[in-house]
C-alpha cells in the first residue's frame, strides 16, 4: 500500500508559477514511477506528465510542454511537478499517482489505468 499526499495548489494569475509536492509513504526506495494528472468537471483524467523511478526518464504532455517540470527526490519520497507560466486552461485538480507494480515506457505512463495509487488531488486556479 502506498499512500500519496498532494499539496502547492492555489489561484493564480496567468503566467504566474507553482510548485506542486507529492509525498509517498508506505513503500521505501521510491521503486515506482511517479506521475502527474489533472481533471476539470466533466472531462476525463487527462496525462500531465511522468517521471521513472531513477529519474532518468520523464514524459509530458504536449499542453504542458516547455511549461511544466516533474521531479523527485527519492531520499524524501517526494515528487514535484513546477508549474510555469500558467494558463486559465490549465485550470484544474491535479493527481499524483504511481505506478508500483505496472510496465514502464511511455504508453504506461500517459495510460490512467497504468497506475496503482492515488492522491485526494489538489486544487489549480488560473484566472485570467
Known amino acids: 500500500q502506498v499512500q500519496l499526499v498532494e499539496s502547492g495548489g492555489g489561484l493564480v494569475q496567468a503566467g504566474d508559477s507553482l510548485r506542486l509536492s507529492c509525498t509517498a509513504s508506505?513503500?521505501?526506495?521510491?521503486?515506482?514511477?511517479m506521475g502527474w494528472f489533472r481533471q476539470t468537471p466533466g472531462k476525463e483524467r487527462e496525462f500531465v506528465a511522468h517521471i521513472t523511478w531513477n529519474g532518468a526518464d520523464t514524459y509530458y504532455a504536449n499542453a504542458v510542454k516547455g511549461r511544466f517540470t516533474i521531479s523527485r527526490e527519492n531520499a524524501k519520497n517526494t515528487a514535484y511537478l513546477q508549474m510555469n507560466n500558467l494558463k486559465p486552461e490549465d485550470t484544474a485538480v491535479y493527481y499524483c499517482?504511481?505506478?508500483?507494480?505496472?510496465?514502464?515506457?511511455?504508453?504506461?505512463?500517459?495510460?490512467?489505468?497504468?497506475?496503482?495509487?492515488w492522491g485526494q488531488g489538489t486544487q489549480v486556479t488560473v484566472s485570467s
Open positions: 499517482a504511481v505506478i508500483v507494480f505496472g510496465p514502464a515506457g511511455r504508453e504506461a505512463a500517459v495510460a490512467s489505468k497504468s497506475y496503482d495509487y
Open positions: 508506505g513503500r521505501p526506495g521510491g521503486t515506482y514511477g
